[in-house]
């Protein structure tokens, strides 16, 4: 369920980027990406076209998603372009309208569990000692509690959970991925030259951690935020699939949840399967890509080497 | 032998970490959801069963919640469960090894199968570097693996089921065949799982490979390749026994670290296969709001990842002679 994300493995690239806010250091690198990776440019696009979509969905969306107007299971026609649901929905109208409830777990969430890794990772790399050891091995059990069933159980309990019972589950299960990434890398910096005598000048731990130590590892944060993103995004269509969201919500996983429930794919209405899903595969795409990217950047080994084809197999 | 402790400080920490889960989330969450699943069994149910419940979940009793959570842990190192309410009057146990073989087999068939699959194309990708395996499979795989699981499985029923009729939709043997060890069942059984078996395996082989690849193009570089090199050995023994073989390393303790998110996909594919397997059956337990079965099969699945862990250790000490001479 987790995408395999390659970074662990990751070189630590090290050129201080002094006195710089870590914004700018994203953003710089980000430009840097999208400069020279065809890959994650087009990732980006992809992503722009449902960030877009969702945006002005009001104008795009040709009817109200909800409303129960049409003749139930039509097949695709020019009034409604994929068909309509058992119960009379315009099916593309609900697609971009649930577009907007997945694109915010997926930010939200992984964003939340972004930071928690960071912190955690950050914390138990620079502080070392105890702490990181204390850190370290509760990062280790939150990686191998086996993330589907906690999530279920917590779901279950909450007897059927909304937008933020989602998002809860999503931080709890997948912020160890990003922190057990976070920890070598940071340790690998902390005893560099431009941290060493940073903390010769007297500087408090929170401005290293926060202006020199973080600064330097925006490719792989991002990486993480990325892989924590279409972490959310899937895990919460898993979860809403299966009936444990709010089913009043509107989004992709809930529109497969409904699409299920009505046994769509018997009943000859296959499109009300096959498009939110294949929605919810081009947006992990488009997040897979620009990670993809990514790592390429902080890791210039891994680069396909098109180019040098002629040459003898091997380095 | 420090290597030795810390690896038990974990695999204790985090089995004591589900058994407290399954403790204490169900007293912890608003609205007491033991109550309500208790109201709603109400008069089905004899009084000591009833009883029995009101005491795993801390109702209506006036032990202090440390006595009760002693009283849980001896439970279950007794290996009382307690009772299923949705299959009453069998104990948890029992029915949880219903379902266990038929995920076991699944989950091992597709680890092993996807493991040597991906493994090997991983190697040769990174060998041949910028060839049509190399340039072609990281971006494909990135994608695949990016798909939800459960998407992917409902799209190859809709496809190979509904459309071809070429494999049943679901369950794991046909309708009304009882279970028994005859090659007629077997094979069934064989039928059946051969589309979810196929989904596991085409969502979890890209990160194999990509690993491997990743991995093998780090030690393809280092001095003891390029002195096999210089000694004229065969390309396929410097590819297999002296990359290969070091590469695989990290790609097992790799895989130790995701299994949990391995096992999610794993039952999720069970659920929409209707698998008779442990995800499957965990559904079922939370929509029949059994919660002491649901607690078992998290305590359970969380064992085997473990379990799991354990043996990817042990196979790493056995590869590898650092981690053998450190202890």
């Known amino acids: 369920m987790y995408p395999y994300v390659a970074a662990e493995e990751q070189v630590p690239e090290v050129r201080p980027e002094h006195h710089q806010s870590a914004v700018v250091g994203v953003l710089a690198r980000v430009g840097t990406i999208l400069a020279t990776n065809r890959k994650a440019v087009a990732g980006l696009l992809l992503l722009l076209v449902f960030v877009v979509g969702a945006v002005f969905a009001p104008i795009i969306a040709p009817y109200p998603p909800d409303a129960t107007l049409f003749v139930p299971t039509m097949g695709p026609s020019r009034a409604h372009l994929l068909g309509t649901t058992a119960f009379g929905q315009d099916i593309f109208s609900q697609l971009v309208w649930a577009s907007r409830q997945t694109l915010m777990i997926g930010l939200i969430g992984g964003l939340a569990a972004t930071v928690l890794a960071v912190l955690v990772g950050v914390t138990s790399a620079y502080f070392g000692g105890l702490t990181d050891h204390t850190l370290s091995v509760v990062t280790d059990v939150f990686l191998v509690l086996p993330a589907l069933p906690l999530m279920i159980v917590i779901a279950a309990y909450e007897q059927g959970g909304g937008f933020w019972v989602l998002v809860a589950v999503i931080v709890i299960t997948g912020w160890s991925y990003g922190a057990r990434q976070i920890r070598p890398q940071a340790q690998s910096l902390r005893n560099r030259d431009f941290l060493t005598s940073a903390r010769a000048r007297g500087e408090s731990s929170w401005y290293i951690i926060l202006y020199e130590l973080l600064p330097n590892m925006t490719s792989l944060i991002l990486a993480i935020f990325l892989g924590a993103a279409l972490y959310a995004v899937l895990a919460a269509a898993g979860l809403q699939f299966i009936g444990l969201g709010n089913p009043n919500d509107l ?56 180019r040098k084809r002629g040459r003898r197999a091997g380095p | 032998m420090r290597t030795i402790l810390r690896r038990a400080e974990f695999f204790v920490l985090t089995l004591w970490a589900a058994i407290t889960l399954n403790f204490a989330l169900p007293r912890m969450m608003p609205g007491n959801p033991a109550e309500a699943m208790m109201a709603h069994y109400q008069g089905k149910l004899n009084p000591t069963a009833m009883h029995a419940l009101e005491v795993a979940f801390g109702i209506k009793t006036n032990q202090s919640i440390w006595q009760q959570y002693i009283q849980y842990l001896g439970d279950l190192a007794q290996f009382k469960f307690g009772i299923s309410i949705s299959h009453f009057p069998t104990p948890v146990g029992e029915v949880v090894m219903q379902a266990l073989p038929w995920t076991l087999a699944l989950a091992g068939v597709t680890t092993v199968i996807s493991f040597a699959l991906g493994t090997i194309v991983g190697m040769i990708a990174a060998w041949r570097r910028g060839g049509v395996a190399d340039s072609l499979l990281p971006p494909v795989f990135v994608v695949v693996s990016a798909l939800p699981y459960f998407w992917l499985g409902l799209m190859c029923i809709f496809f190979f089921s509904l459309t071809l009729h070429w494999l049943p939709l679901g369950f794991g043997y046909d309708e009304g065949a009882s279970i028994q060890l005859t090659w007629s069942f077997v094979r069934q059984a064989i039928v059946h799982a051969i589309l979810p078996a196929f989904t596991i395996i085409l969502t979890s082989i890209g990160g194999w490979i990509l690993t491997m690849r990743n991995n093998m193009i780090v030690t393809l570089s280092e001095d003891y390749v390029r002195m096999a090199r210089a000694k004229g050995l065969h390309p396929l023994r410097i590819m297999i026994q002296y990359a290969g073989r070091n590469a695989i390393l990290p790609n097992i ?18 659920i929409v296969f209707t698998y008779p397997g442990v995800g499957y059956m965990f559904l079922q337990a939370v929509n029949e709001e059994d919660y002491p079965l649901m607690q078992a099969l998290f305590l359970m699945v969380t064992v085997a990842v473990l379990g799991a862990i354990l043996v990817a250790d042990i196979v790493n000490a056995w590869l590898d002679p650092r981690i053998r001479s450190s202890q």
Not at chain 2, 253 to 270: H, K, N, P, Y
Request: aromatic letters at 10%; hydrophobic letters at 55%; one cysteine or more.
């Open chain 1, 251 to 306: 989004s992709w996983g809930t529109m497969l949840y409904w699409a299920e429930n009505q046994e769509a794919l018997l009943t000859g209405s296959p499109l009300w399967v096959i498009a939110p899903g294949a929605c919810i595969a081009l947006l992990g795409a488009a997040v897979a890509l620009l990670n993809y990217g990514v790592d390429e950047i902080g890791n210039p080994a891994l680069r396909a080497t098109r």
């Open chain 2, 253 to 270: 303790t790799g895989f130790a670290m995701s299994l949990g998110f391995i096992v999610s996909g794993l039952l999720l594919t069970e």
